[in-house]
T-cell receptor, first 111, second 117 residues
Framework: LAKTTQPISMDSYEGQEVNITCSHN???????ITWYQQFPSQGPRFIIQ???TKVTNEVASLFIPADRKSSTLSLPRVSLSDTAVYYC????????????FGAGTRLTVKP | EPEVTQTPSHQVTQMGQEVILRCVPI?????FYWYRQILGQKVEFLVS????????KSEIFDDQFSVERPDGSNFTLKIRSTKLEDSAMYFC???????????????FGEGSWLTVV
């Protein structure tokens, strides 16, 4: 199982771009990288998923270098409501049903 | 947007009692999961379920726990003889059928908060 390492916490200000990096040195060939957002007392919410290079959706971008040993979640112009815990998961549910969360990164956005 | 629904949202039970947490996964999903999160801690994997049997389970998922898909829509987690340390938020999740050359996304419910007293 690919273990992930993320910063425990990050602070930012409204309107800034936030980049959260996750290390996953032993990622397997078939593994995808998925990021989730969790607010207090709520279930994790899917943000973005990718395999390689760059993926962008209406919420975020995900940058994955060629060696895939890390990935960076980029949140453009954060607002106070983006304050949450962000988790990076590595694996594929159908191939690796044991999808485990790491400790996550607690992002605090300040006014 | 389809969602995973869980009941009850909050349950208080006495130590030693049995608890059943219920989940209705997204309708076309075939993989089902239970996770738990103790207050202030990370989300922990408990078990995954596919084709009417357990696919994977963590070290947390011991004989005290069981899962069942009693009909075509519900997915349940039973906790026998609850302990104080079982107090946590329990999340049900589901994911789509396997799709070649793409990852699958796990969708989570809003959780059932269990308090054991």
């Amino acid at each position: 199982l690919a273990k992930t390492t993320q910063p425990i916490s990050m602070d930012s200000y409204e309107g800034q771009e936030v980049n959260i990096t996750c290390s996953h040195n032993n990622i397997a060939t078939n593994d995808y990288i998925t990021w989730y957002q969790q607010f207090p007392s709520q279930g994790p919410r899917f943000i973005i998923q990718g395999y390689k290079t760059k993926v962008t959706n209406e919420v975020a971008s995900l940058f994955i270098p060629a060696d895939r040993k890390s990935s960076t979640l980029s949140l453009p112009r954060v607002s106070l409501s983006d304050t949450a815990v962000y988790y990076c998961l590595v694996g594929v549910p159908y191939n690796n049903n044991d999808m485990r969360f790491g400790a996550g990164t607690r992002l605090t956005v300040k006014p | 947007e389809p969602e995973v629904t869980q009941t009850p949202s909050h349950q208080v039970t006495q130590m030693g009692q049995e608890v059943i947490l219920r989940c209705v996964p997204i309708s076309n999903h075939l993989y089902f999961y239970w996770y738990r999160q103790i207050l202030g801690q990370k989300v922990e994997f408990l078990v995954s379920f596919y084709n009417n049997e357990i696919s994977e389970k963590s070290e947390i998922f011991d004989d005290q726990f069981s899962v069942e898909r009693p009909d075509g829509s519900n997915f349940t987690l039973k906790i026998r003889s609850t302990k104080l340390e079982d107090s946590a938020m329990y999340f049900c999740a589901s994911s789509e059928p396997r799709v070649a050359r793409s990852g699958n996304t796990i969708y989570f419910g809003e959780g059932s908060w269990l308090t054991v007293v």
